[in-house]
C-alpha cells in the first residue's frame, strides 16, 4: 500500500529555518519523483517542487532560492527545507507521488497518492 | 508560468443535477490536464488524468473532456459526497500550476 507521512511543521518566527521530511512506502522515491504543494488557509493548492528519480530538481519561482528539496534513498524519504521564512509561507505543506503514466503516446505526470500534509505557520 | 483559470469559483446545485467546470490554459497544454478533488480538511483526490482518463476507483458520473487550452469536468448526477472544491492542474511545463480551484456547494 503507497503511503506518505509528513512531519517536520510547527511554529516558526519570520526569517527562520524548518524541515519538513516525507517519509514514504509502497514504492520507492528512486522510481517515482516526489512533489510538495502547499496550501495557504482558505486559499487554492500551490506547486512548490519536485524531485525527479535521477535527482534533477524543480521550484515554483516564488519559491526558488529559499527552499530546497532533497531526499535519503536509505530511509525512503524526501525533505523540503525551507529558509528565510515570511508569513506569506503560512500553509499546510503536502507531498505526493509523482505517477509517470503514458497515455495516448504521451508521459503524464498526475499526483496520484498524497500525504495528511503537515502545517507551518510562520508568525511572531 | 501558464496560468490556469477555473470557472466558475463556486457554484451551488442540487443532488442529480449536472454539473460542468470549466479550466482554462493560457497556452496550449496539448493533455497534460488532471483534475482533483478535495474536502474540507483532506488532502486532494485525484480525480482525471490526461484531460479524460478515470482515475481508478473513481466512480464513472465524472468525466473529463478538452484539448489545448479549454477544458471541462463534468459530474453527470451530483451525489452528497460530491460536495467539495475541485482543482484543475497542468503537468505540460516543468513549472506545474494549479486553478483557482471551484467550490461546488449544496442549494
Known amino acids: 500500500e503507497v503511503q506518505l507521512v509528513e512531519s517536520g511543521g510547527g511554529l516558526v518566527q519570520p526569517g527562520g529555518s524548518l524541515r519538513l521530511s516525507c517519509a514514504a512506502s509502497g514504492f520507492t522515491v528512486t522510481n517515482n519523483p516526489v512533489t510538495w504543494v502547499r496550501q495557504a488557509p482558505g486559499k487554492g493548492l500551490e506547486w512548490v517542487s519536485v524531485i525527479y528519480t535521477g535527482g534533477m530538481t524543480y521550484y515554483a519561482d516564488s519559491v526558488k532560492g529559499k527552499m530546497t528539496i532533497s531526499r535519503d534513498t536509505s530511509k525512503n524519504t524526501v525533505f523540503l527545507q525551507m529558509n528565510s521564512l515570511r508569513v506569506e509561507d503560512t500553509a499546510v505543506y503536502y507531498c505526493?507521488?509523482?505517477?509517470?503514466?503514458?497515455?495516448?503516446?504521451?508521459?503524464?505526470?498526475?499526483?496520484?497518492?498524497w500525504g495528511q500534509g503537515t502545517p507551518v505557520t510562520v508568525s511572531s | 508560468d501558464i496560468q490556469m483559470t477555473q470557472s466558475p469559483s463556486s457554484l451551488s446545485a442540487s443532488v442529480g443535477d449536472r454539473v460542468t467546470i470549466t479550466c482554462r490554459a493560457s497556452?496550449?497544454?496539448?493533455?497534460?490536464l488532471n483534475w482533483y478533488q478535495q474536502k474540507a480538511g483532506k488532502a486532494p483526490k485525484l480525480l482525471i488524468y490526461?484531460?479524460?482518463s478515470l482515475q481508478s476507483g473513481v466512480p464513472s458520473r465524472f468525466s473529463g473532456s478538452g484539448s489545448g487550452t479549454d477544458f471541462t469536468l463534468t459530474i453527470s448526477s451530483l451525489q452528497p459526497e460530491d460536495f467539495a472544491t475541485y482543482y484543475c492542474?497542468?503537468?505540460?511545463?516543468?513549472?506545474?500550476?494549479f486553478g483557482q480551484g471551484t467550490k461546488v456547494e449544496i442549494k
Open positions: 492542474h497542468q503537468t505540460y511545463s516543468t513549472l506545474w500550476t
Open positions: 490526461a484531460a479524460s
Open positions: 497556452q496550449s497544454i496539448e493533455s497534460y
Open positions: 505526493a507521488r509523482v505517477w509517470g503514466t503514458m497515455v495516448r503516446g504521451v508521459t503524464v505526470e498526475p499526483f496520484d497518492y
